[in-house]
């Protein structure tokens, strides 16, 4: 299921079949719940950047693996990244705890959450025209729905800081809402003109599913949606 939604058509997702979330879950409530984190943890504890650590989340005051992704700087809170999820938020240094149990470390069970992007879109960026309104409908549409995916193209070395926006992304998907479906919902955001196809990234795709994509692509200049309102935009395809 899509977990996270970032700006640019990038998001995480997280492998249903077969997933260990809740496992992980469990074991984390079973080894923290009963933990007191109005203080910190006892003992010898001094997590370093890249450190796999126990977080409480603030949105449920629940605890997730997280990965340490600043340094920690007298009592100011700490940044985390939620392997797991994909999101992110800075803690309270009382709210961390350091993994006690070694079925659940990123040795035993690596981050669930897989960076990824679109198959063959090039996707409008926040901070550009219409960008804002592509990031919405993106959010709307895939956000916390679970998806069969098409695996088209697969980072060789998959990046270590997933939390970093220059991160290469791990996976090039296609998202289906049906498992038989020829129709994928990158042509739902190509008819709503918050997409381009992606020509070069396209010679390395079905054809069918390439022709699909330009069909909406036209689609949604005919109709002047997103960012074609105005008639046609430079062409940056080669």
């Known amino acids: 299921g899509v977990t996270v939604v970032l700006g640019g058509g990038r998001f995480f997702v997280q492998k249903l079949d077969g997933s260990k979330v809740s496992f992980v879950t469990d074991k984390l409530a079973e080894l923290y719940d009963s933990e007191d984190t109005n203080r910190a943890a006892d003992?010898?504890?001094?997590?370093k950047v890249g450190d796999m650590v126990a977080a409480k989340f603030t949105g449920d005051d629940k605890w997730s693996r997280a990965?340490?992704?600043g340094k920690r700087v007298g009592d100011k809170p700490v940044p985390v990244f939620y392997c797991d999820f994909g999101n992110e938020e800075s803690l309270?240094?009382?709210?961390?705890r350091p993994l006690r149990d070694s079925s659940i470390t990123a040795g035993a069970i690596p981050p669930m959450a897989n960076l990824c992007a679109f198959s063959g879109l090039k996707v409008l960026s926040v901070d550009s025209e219409y960008?804002?309104?592509?990031?919405t409908f993106i959010g709307q549409t895939i956000a916390n729905n679970a998806f069969f995916a098409r695996i088209n193209a697969r980072e060789r070395y998959p990046t270590t800081k997933p939390w970093d926006e220059e991160s290469p992304v791990t996976f090039?998907?296609?998202l289906f809402q049906e498992k038989d479906s020829t129709e994928s919902v990158a042509v739902d955001i190509l008819r709503a003109g918050f997409a381009r196809v992606d020509a070069r990234a396209c010679r390395r795709l079905p054809s069918d599913f390439v022709q699909s994509l330009r069909d909406a692509q036209e689609f949604?200049?005919?109709s002047r949606?997103?960012?074609?309102e105005y008639g046609d935009v430079d062409s940056d395809e080669d």
């Open 43 to 47: 003992g010898v504890f001094e997590p």
């Open 67 to 69: 990965i340490v992704t």
């Open 92 to 96: 309270d240094f009382n709210r961390l």
């Open 131 to 135: 960008g804002f309104q592509a990031a």
């Open 172 to 174: 090039s998907l296609a």
């Open 220 to 222: 949604a200049r005919r």
């Open 225 to 228: 949606s997103g960012m074609w």
